[in-house]
């Protein structure tokens, strides 16, 4: 997995970006390019899944939006049931009748970590359900240094990149305009 293969399907954008975290940032990873293309998500979930450390997974979880193509693909790959964290007001919740016993060994997964604010959402809602985290995974982590969940963190692509609070941007104080594409 490479970040050419990411600028040939047109999911890397430079410019200037307000990201999901709040954060701006001068690359963007527009997802939704790599979502759309299930073979090669195929690939970049089993990257992701081949750089594990964890082999005993019951159920697979990802936050919506991304993380709910990213978790079903897991799942697939390793055979066990996939649940969504959905938003709901500050957090996250299973809906839909979807249930989780307690002690459930879990992996949680993602599209693109940059400041881990699902991931951490996620694992909130786990504790509630008393699951057992035995590993995170990614499909590109952008995070600018590793991020302790407390649990192995795995990644297809790790491919740091700067972000900036909005007050500190360089690219604001230049007077670049702002982009929103994400989804918070």
Known sequence: MSLCELERIGAVLHGHFLLTSGRHSDI????FRLLEQPRMLEDWVDAM?????????????GPTLGGVLVACEAARQ???RALYAEREG??????R???LEPATHVLV??????????IREVLDLL???????????VLIDRSESPIDFGAPLA???????????????????????????GSR
């Not at 972000?163 to 594409?181: D, I, N, T, W």
Request: aromatic fraction near 8%; include cysteine.
């Open 49 to 61: 899944l081949v750089k594990t450390p964890w082999r005993k997974v019951e159920v697979v979880v």
């Open 97 to 99: 009748g979807s249930v």
């Open 109 to 118: 997964v993602d599209d693109v970590l940059t400041t881990g604010t699902s």
């Open 155 to 181: 990644s297809a692509l790790r491919l740091p990149a700067k972000s900036y609070a909005p007050e500190e941007c360089p690219l604001c104080q230049h007077g670049v305009p702002l982009m929103k594409r």
């Open 90 to 95: 500050e957090g996250r919740a299973f809906r």
């Open 127 to 137: 504790e509630q359900y008393q699951a057992k985290v035995v590993g995170i995974g």
């Open 28 to 31: 963007y990873f527009e997802k």
């Open 78 to 80: 390793l055979g066990v």
